[in-house]
């Protein structure tokens, strides 16, 4: 049966809940895991990311800075603010996700 929406983002945010679950993880089992992820060897805290991160990726967000407004989309140049980069809005049309990192664009 496929988990539910509600499931797999309960199930994300107990494993980035790592303080609560590091006394269960043994040592011997982190090679296992992080081949299995086929990420190289890493501690649990940075397995239990890549397995909430694949239940149930966090979305970046960033605010384009050092643009033109006009009711509510950019006009012209905008900056990301997550990654600096710089984007030209010749149509006046306004992104979703920032091209370069995939950041979500947050407008407030």
Same mark, same amino acid.
């Given at each position: 049966?496929?988990?539910?929406?509600?499931?797999?983002?309960?199930?994300?945010?107990?494993?980035? =809940?790592?303080?609560?679950?590091?006394?269960?993880?043994?040592?011997?089992?982190?090679?296992?895991?992080? =081949?299995?992820?086929? @990420?190289g060897y890493m501690d649990w805290e940075h @397995?239990?990311?890549?397995?909430? =991160?694949? @239940? %149930?990726?966090?979305?970046?967000?960033?605010?384009?800075?050092?643009?033109?407004?006009?009711?509510?989309? $950019?006009?012209?140049? $905008? @900056? $990301?603010? %997550?990654?600096?980069?710089?984007?030209?809005?010749?149509?006046?049309?306004?992104?979703?996700? $920032?091209?370069?990192?995939g950041a979500k664009v947050v407008v407030e």
């Amino acid at each position: 049966m496929k988990p539910t929406d509600e499931e797999r983002r309960a199930v994300a945010a107990r494993l980035r =809940d790592f303080e609560r679950l590091r006394p269960v993880f043994k040592e011997s089992n982190v090679c296992a895991f992080s =081949d299995a992820l086929g @990420i190289g060897y890493m501690d649990w805290e940075h @397995i239990c990311a890549c397995l909430a =991160d694949l @239940i %149930e990726p966090e979305e970046r967000t960033c605010h384009m800075r050092d643009a033109h407004w006009d009711d509510g989309q $950019c006009t012209w140049g $905008c @900056i $990301c603010s %997550e990654c600096g980069a710089k984007h030209e809005h010749k149509s006046g049309k306004w992104m979703n996700y $920032c091209p370069m990192c995939g950041a979500k664009v947050v407008v407030e």
